[in-house]
Structures are given as structure tokens and as C-alpha cells.
């Protein structure tokens, strides 16, 4: 494509993200679809240049004040993120030269608000939970984009061998710090074309979330919920370490993402895995369980803002109203999950929210309000699960994830046992 058109469909792409009236995965998505004929490099550079744009908003929106022509199209500019000759033939002298002087220029002086890239309440709930020594490089890792990251399926793939073929194959990958499971990807390749990922042998899945699904630590045998189980990433995970036997349930009030882990179930070869969509968290299919689920994961719907690296516009269309809406749909859930685990069962529940509003908040209530749920504290589930390194994932009784601090999204699980 010629560069000028492709600086055309960056700009059109900038301006449908910025709307905000969608989520910006599905936005780019359906742009993709009406634009078939772009190539894999095409592609990584509008996308990419879409979401600089959505992380670092603030700052672009203020440096692209003091040039000429169209808004979206000196945000695209400046936060181009693809191959820098794809560029060049699509500018002349006169926005190379103003492109130049303003990259050229410290951020390090303009005000905190343009350099943090946050609206104002997020901002100060980070300030508050975190302290300025640990804000600001939760600030630099939030503006990055997040690495890639393979959980393998020990039903059928050893993780030594795994990294051993996508080295062959040139991937240069690496195991995880944390989970036992994971593998990291520098980049960003075509796994569909990798005979591992067709077979089932490896899932794309962030080692934070490998991490909740060890928390769980399902045995064989066992009846097991996951009780939001979306596109079922979790779900695959614990069929795995439950070596496809047993019962594992995977409930979602969202039949259109539990299709979409039909085809990822059939690549991972379990057989124990039911899908059930519930109308709400009281359905009848849940009352039937009540007392007989040895475990129960709760990865709550929640803001989300643990995946910014990921999913940046997310920031953008929050707000504080909507998180107190969240908690108490968060609180009503974990409430009616909790009624499914028998004695001696285990109860997980899991955000990928960085505030406290949805976490520990949200954690301590139940356990004040179930005094037959005692805290496990996660550093022991950890260690008896074998994670290496586990005392760095946890604050107090809780596995506390931060990508500044373990490269992954940020996550949060409180884990209890029922008397």
C-alpha cells in the first residue's frame, strides 16, 4: 500500500478509538475486516499507532496542538508506531521538520498530568494506594505494550520441550519468572502458523492469569467451578491441572463468550469441561451445586485497569461511578459463588483491577460477613502449588501482581477455605 493511503487509514483508525464508544480491540477488529487486502506489517502499524495514541492521550493531544491539518492526523504522526519507512513517503518537508522539533522536546517539563497519561481520579487512587516512588514506574510500564505470553498445556506438552521447539522455530523465548507453566515471546508472531498452538499444545494467556488458575491448584478427579469464565482462558488452565478427569464447570452469563472457548477446548483435548451460560449469578443451575464443588474460581467482572498495557482506552471509560457499580455486582457474585464450595473446599476470587476499591475491599467484606471462610494466606497456596519466587507476588495474605514490578498485567486474588 502506498505509504500516503496508509497514513489515510492510521488517521481514519485514530479517530474511530478515540471515539471511546466501543472497546478499541473490537474497533480495530472490525476496521481490519473492512480493510482485508493489508499485510501482517500493515496491520501491526495501525494498530499500534492506535494504541500509542490511547496510552499516551493526554500528552500527544497537547503536543499536536501546534500543528496544522486535521487532529487525529498529527496524533497519528506523532504516535506512529510502525516501521518509520513506512512513514517517510507519506509526509513532506513541512510535518517531517514540525514532527522532529516535537519528539525532540523533554517530556520530563511538561506538567504531571500530561507525563502519568491518567484522568484525575485514577490518578490520585494510584497516588494513594501506591506512593509516589512506586506511581511513576507503574506509570512507565502502563505506557508500554504488554509482552506475549504462552501457558503450556501439561495434558499434553512438557514446558522443556515447548521452549526447546519455539527456539528451533527462531522465536527466541524464555520461561517465565513465576508461573511453572508459562513461556514468554519477544515480539509478536503469527501462532496461528505454529504447528504447537494448532495442536493445542500452547494458549496465549498472561502469566498473571496462569498464576490464579495455580492459585486454584485443582487436583484430579475434583468437582470444580469456574464461575465467570468468559472465552474460558482460566477454564483451560485448570482442565489441565486436573488432567481432563473430574467435573469442571464453566458458567458465564455470556453465551457469546463461552463459543468462543468451544474451538480453544477442542485444540486442548479436555473432556471434563461443561459450559453452561447462567441468566445471573442466583440461577437455578448454580443453586443445584450448592455445598458439592471442592473449588471455586471468582475472576470477577471488573474495570479491567490491570490490562492498560493491553487494552489502554479502558482508562478513558471508566470512571469512579462505574467502579462502585462494579464492586457491588463483585460482592454479589463472590457471595453467591461462596455458597457452591462444600467444607474443606477452596474459594478464589480475582480481579484484573489495580484498585483497592475492588480487591482488598471487596475481600475483607466478604470475610467479615463469612466467618466460615478463613483466609489461606496466597504465599502458602503458592508454595504448595511450587511457584518459585512466590514471597515477590504477594502483599499480605493476598497475590498482589503489578506490571512494573512482575512484567505482568496487574491482578489480585484472596483465597479462603471453608471450615
Given at each position: 500500500?502506498?505509504?500516503?493511503?496508509?497514513?489515510?487509514?492510521?488517521?481514519?483508525?485514530?479517530?474511530?478509538?478515540?471515539?471511546?464508544?466501543?472497546?478499541?480491540?473490537?474497533?480495530?477488529?472490525?476496521?481490519?475486516?473492512?480493510?482485508?487486502?493489508?499485510?501482517?506489517?500493515?496491520?501491526?502499524?495501525?494498530?499500534?499507532?492506535?494504541?500509542?495514541?490511547?496510552?499516551?492521550?493526554?500528552?500527544?493531544?497537547?503536543?499536536?496542538?501546534?500543528?496544522?491539518?486535521?487532529?487525529?492526523?498529527?496524533?497519528?504522526?506523532?504516535?506512529?508506531?510502525?516501521?518509520?519507512?513506512?512513514?517517510?513517503?507519506?509526509?513532506?518537508?513541512?510535518?517531517?521538520?514540525?514532527?522532529?522539533?516535537?519528539?525532540?522536546?523533554?517530556?520530563?517539563?511538561?506538567s504531571e498530568k500530561l507525563r502519568h497519561n491518567l484522568p484525575d481520579w485514577l490518578a490520585s487512587a494510584l497516588r494513594a494506594q501506591l506512593g509516589d516512588q512506586a506511581f511513576w514506574p507503574l506509570v512507565a510500564a502502563l505506557n508500554e505494550p504488554a509482552s506475549l505470553d504462552l501457558r503450556v498445556n501439561i495434558l499434553k506438552a512438557k514446558r522443556e520441550d515447548m521452549l526447546s521447539i519455539l527456539n528451533q522455530a527462531g522465536l527466541r523465548v524464555a520461561p517465565t519468572p513465576f508461573s511453572p507453566w508459562g513461556?514468554?515471546?519477544?515480539?509478536?508472531?503469527?501462532?496461528?502458523?505454529?504447528?504447537?498452538?494448532?495442536?493445542?499444545?500452547?494458549?496465549?494467556?498472561?502469566?498473571?492469569?496462569?498464576?490464579?488458575?495455580?492459585?486454584?491448584?485443582?487436583?484430579?478427579?475434583?468437582?470444580?467451578?469456574?464461575?465467570?469464565?468468559?472465552?474460558?482462558?482460566?477454564?483451560?488452565?485448570?482442565?489441565?491441572?486436573?488432567?481432563?478427569?473430574?467435573?469442571?464447570?464453566?458458567?458465564?452469563?455470556?453465551?457469546?463468550?463461552?463459543?468462543?472457548?468451544?474451538?480453544?477446548?477442542?485444540?486442548?483435548?479436555?473432556?471434563?469441561?461443561?459450559?453452561?451460560?447462567?441468566?445471573?449469578?442466583?440461577?437455578?443451575?448454580?443453586?443445584?451445586?450448592?455445598?458439592?464443588?471442592?473449588?471455586?474460581?471468582?475472576?470477577?467482572?471488573?474495570?479491567?485497569?490491570?490490562?492498560?498495557?493491553?487494552?489502554?482506552?479502558?482508562?478513558?471509560?471508566?470512571?469512579?461511578?462505574?467502579?462502585?457499580?462494579?464492586?457491588?455486582?463483585?460482592?454479589?457474585?463472590?457471595?453467591?459463588?461462596?455458597?457452591?464450595?462444600?467444607?474443606?473446599?477452596?474459594?478464589?476470587?480475582?480481579?484484573?483491577?489495580?484498585?483497592?476499591?475492588?480487591?482488598?475491599?471487596?475481600?475483607?467484606?466478604?470475610?467479615?460477613?463469612?466467618?466460615?471462610?478463613?483466609?489461606?494466606?496466597?504465599?502458602?497456596?503458592?508454595?504448595?502449588?511450587?511457584?518459585?519466587?512466590?514471597?515477590?507476588?504477594?502483599?499480605?495474605?493476598?497475590?498482589?501482581?503489578?506490571?512494573?514490578?512482575?512484567?505482568?498485567?496487574?491482578?489480585?486474588?484472596?483465597?479462603?477455605?471453608?471450615?
Amino acid at each position: 500500500m502506498h505509504p500516503t493511503a496508509l497514513l489515510d487509514l492510521a488517521t481514519e483508525l485514530v479517530r474511530a478509538v478515540l471515539k471511546l464508544d466501543a472497546p478499541a480491540d473490537s474497533i480495530v477488529s472490525n476496521f481490519f475486516r473492512k480493510h482485508r487486502t493489508l499485510g501482517p506489517r500493515e496491520r501491526h502499524a495501525l494498530a499500534e499507532t492506535a494504541y500509542t495514541v490511547l496510552r499516551r492521550r493526554s500528552l500527544l493531544s497537547h503536543q499536536a496542538q501546534s500543528g496544522t491539518g486535521a487532529l487525529e492526523r498529527r496524533l497519528a504522526l506523532l504516535g506512529w508506531s510502525g516501521d518509520a519507512n513506512l512513514l517517510r513517503g507519506a509526509i513532506g518537508p513541512n510535518e517531517t521538520q514540525w514532527r522532529t522539533q516535537v519528539q525532540a522536546v523533554d517530556p520530563a517539563g511538561f506538567s504531571e498530568k500530561l507525563r502519568h497519561n491518567l484522568p484525575d481520579w485514577l490518578a490520585s487512587a494510584l497516588r494513594a494506594q501506591l506512593g509516589d516512588q512506586a506511581f511513576w514506574p507503574l506509570v512507565a510500564a502502563l505506557n508500554e505494550p504488554a509482552s506475549l505470553d504462552l501457558r503450556v498445556n501439561i495434558l499434553k506438552a512438557k514446558r522443556e520441550d515447548m521452549l526447546s521447539i519455539l527456539n528451533q522455530a527462531g522465536l527466541r523465548v524464555a520461561p517465565t519468572p513465576f508461573s511453572p507453566w508459562g513461556i514468554r515471546v519477544p515480539g509478536k508472531p503469527a501462532l496461528q502458523k505454529i504447528d504447537a498452538f494448532v495442536r493445542g499444545d500452547i494458549e496465549v494467556q498472561d502469566e498473571g492469569s496462569q498464576l490464579l488458575a495455580v492459585l486454584v491448584d485443582a487436583k484430579r478427579g475434583e468437582m470444580v467451578v469456574d464461575f465467570c469464565a468468559g472465552a474460558g482462558g482460566k477454564t483451560l488452565a485448570l482442565g489441565a491441572s486436573m488432567r481432563s478427569t473430574g467435573r469442571l464447570y464453566a458458567f458465564d452469563t455470556s453465551g457469546h463468550r463461552l463459543d468462543a472457548l468451544k474451538p480453544r477446548m477442542a485444540r486442548s483435548g479436555l473432556s471434563n469441561v461443561h459450559p453452561a451460560q447462567i441468566a445471573h449469578e442466583r440461577d437455578e443451575r448454580v443453586k443445584r451445586l450448592s455445598g458439592k464443588i471442592d473449588r471455586v474460581l471468582v475472576d470477577a467482572p471488573c474495570s479491567g485497569l490491570g490490562t492498560l498495557r493491553r487494552n489502554p482506552d479502558l482508562k478513558w471509560r471508566q470512571s469512579p461511578q462505574a467502579v462502585i457499580e462494579l464492586q457491588a455486582k463483585q460482592t454479589a457474585i463472590l457471595d453467591s459463588a461462596a455458597r457452591l464450595v462444600k467444607s474443606g473446599g477452596r474459594l478464589v476470587y480475582a480481579t484484573c483491577s489495580l484498585l483497592r476499591d475492588e480487591n482488598e475491599v471487596v475481600a475483607e467484606a466478604f470475610g467479615a460477613a463469612h466467618p466460615d471462610f478463613v483466609v489461606l494466606p496466597a504465599l502458602e497456596a503458592l508454595q504448595a502449588a511450587h511457584v518459585e519466587r512466590a514471597a515477590e507476588l504477594v502483599s499480605g495474605d493476598y497475590l498482589r501482581l503489578w506490571p512494573h514490578q512482575h512484567a505482568t498485567d496487574g491482578f489480585f486474588a484472596a483465597v479462603w477455605q471453608r471450615r
